[in-house]
């Protein structure tokens, strides 16, 4: 009776397994799809196998033959106002015979953020400043809602002439 009762349940087990439903992406709405990918994420993250949180520290912002910015460490702050921030604190190496100045701007969660920061290395020289993020440009209010932050960097020639923007660089913090 237990063996046939345990080939009853097996059965049971893979049929139900079988006829799971798929998940239909084209019926979808854009926010359940995110909702999805969002649960998926998570999941990834508890078993350790989520590509994209690889980490912040140590993501570069910017790396040219001239200048590598990285990102050492965040932490929630506030901006000039007293609101709350997410601050990214970055080291910039200037290998150049020239002086580099950077404004950065960022998107997070997708919004774009007021950022301040205005980073000005001399040649030959290392620095170490941070940008600060405003997270109620966001609708958020803490650094814990923080899902991606976008950022790039806009730098003028030596001559003050022409600008050159980066290309953004995603850092997913969940």
Not at 93 to 105: A, L, M, Q, W
Not at 166 to 173: A, K, L, R, S, Y
Request: charged residues 30%; glycine residues 6%.
């Amino acid at each position: 009776m237990k063996k046939l009762l345990a080939i009853i349940l097996s059965v049971m087990l893979i049929g139900g397994v079988a006829m799971a439903e798929s998940i239909d992406w084209a019926s979808m709405s854009d926010d359940a799809i995110r909702e999805e990918i969002r649960r998926a994420n998570e999941e990834l993250d508890k078993r350790g196998g989520n590509a994209e949180s690889s980490g912040i520290e140590g993501t570069e912002i910017l790396h040219t033959d001239d200048v590598i910015m990285t990102i050492q460490s965040y932490e929630e702050g506030t901006c000039y106002d007293d609101t709350p921030a997410l601050v990214l604190n970055v080291t910039i190496v200037n290998s150049s015979e020239r002086k580099y100045e950077f404004t950065p701007h960022a998107t997070i969660n997708g919004w774009e953020v007021d950022c301040s920061g205005y980073f000005s290395v001399d040649a030959s020289h290392k620095g170490k400043d941070s940008m600060r993020l405003r997270l109620e440009d966001a609708d958020i209010s803490s650094v814990s809602d923080v899902e991606t932050v976008e950022v790039y960097l806009v730098y003028p020639d030596e001559n003050y002439e022409h600008y050159t923007e980066t290309e953004p660089v995603v850092i997913n913090f969940k």
